[in-house]
């Protein structure tokens, strides 16, 4: 069975960094990908970023290009999220999601392709 344990979130500043954690268990991802997606308070859970296990192709969705950057520990089976230069339009409940057999090229960014989530760790960006 996978589990995914999210952690790092909290209350931070406009501008400020936060480290988001995902520690992954319950098989080998050698060929999958991790995603992290956020749902903001009456909004749609929308993809932030995802990263290959194998190679580490990543992609990011336009809104945090260039602020946070995504990253996996095989040897932890842990993905991070380092989000920097935070805005109050990142408040959200972070997810952590696995989606299975995308090892290479290709990195899935689309929520149904994840198949296990998290239970979320909450972000709060004050102005």
């Known amino acids: 069975q996978v589990q995914l344990v999210e952690s790092g979130g909290g209350l931070v500043q406009a501008g400020g960094s936060l480290r988001l954690s995902c520690a992954a268990s319950?098989?080998?991802?050698?060929?999958?990908?991790m995603g992290w997606f956020r749902q903001a308070p009456g909004k749609e859970r929308e993809f932030v970023a995802a990263?290959?296990?194998?190679?580490?192709?990543?992609y990011y969705t336009d809104s945090v290009k260039g602020r946070f950057t995504i990253s996996r520990d095989n040897a932890k089976n842990t993905v991070y999220l380092q989000m920097n230069s935070l805005k109050p339009e990142d408040t959200a409940v972070y997810y952590c999601?696995?989606?299975?057999?995308?090892?290479?090229?290709?990195?899935?960014?689309?929520?149904?392709?994840?198949?296990?989530w998290g239970q979320g760790t909450q972000v709060t960006v004050s102005s």
């Open positions: 999601a696995a989606a299975l057999g995308y090892g290479l090229g290709y990195v899935p960014s689309f929520q149904y392709e994840y198949r296990y």
């Open positions: 319950g098989r080998t991802f050698s060929r999958d990908a």
């Open positions: 990263i290959t296990w194998s190679v580490g192709s990543t």
